[in-house]
């Protein structure tokens, strides 16, 4: 298996300094190319990234070509629950860009589960390639929901989350409610066919992770690993995520 050496690995002070960097990057994209299709994601770490691209809107920048398309969706919660992807989105970036709703994908997880994960992967392949995917890594190295032991092949599904992952998340819903054990996720299939990929790691928690992504072996036990197969790939990192990486020797 031949490890890419177009990964580029930007080593920032601190969170904040990373996350105004991505934003600059999807804006630099999308002033550049108007009907970009951007790959979205969730999360805690993403919030100051779409802050930013919010601020950049009001400063002039259009979205009103840009199409998007979200990475996952808890099964289970309609798109109006407080936690569900869809309230996420609008809450942090769509309700405040000018996006139409119409050009905003998002799966639904208030459906059948294996037809909500076929018409997403249907409408990802109408759409085509996307042309950058926005990325996080989580604690036991999934990007999207695609757990470990994935295969880089997986195609868009219904996965069930692991009890590390659902852990994490537990901070977002409120005392007494239950995390989803389920999610429909887009495949690392899907994931790796983007023209490039944008990841943010950050926070000394990410740090194990993140190690394992470029210094351990290219594996299923760390899909977050299979970036480093990518022939375009940005990860951006701060000094708590990315104090005891060795890979900057390597690219």
Known sequence: MTVSRSLTLKL??????AAAAVARQIAELVA???????????????????????RAHREGLSFARVRTVNLDEYMGLPPDHPNSYHSYMARHFLDHVDIPHEQSFIPRG???????????????????????QLLG???NGHIAFNEPGTSIDAPTRVVRLSD???????RFFAEGESVPSEAVTMGTAQILSARSLLTLAVGEAKAAALSAALDGPVSPDCPASYLRLHHS?????????????????LF
């Open 12 to 17: 920032m002070p601190d969170a904040e300094t």
């Open 32 to 54: 550049t190319r108007p009907d970009a299709v951007l790959g979205l994601a969730t999360g805690g770490t993403m919030e100051p990234v779409y802050a930013h691209l919010v």
């Open 110 to 132: 208030d459906q059948n589960a294996e037809a909500s994960a076929r018409d997403y992967a249907a409408l990802l392949d109408r759409i085509g390639p996307v042309d950058l």
């Open 137 to 139: 890594v989580g604690h």
């Open 164 to 170: 590390e992952t659902r852990r994490a998340n537990r």
């Open 233 to 249: 790939c940005t990860i951006f990192t701060d000094e708590a995520a990315g104090f005891n990486l060795r890979c900057n020797l």
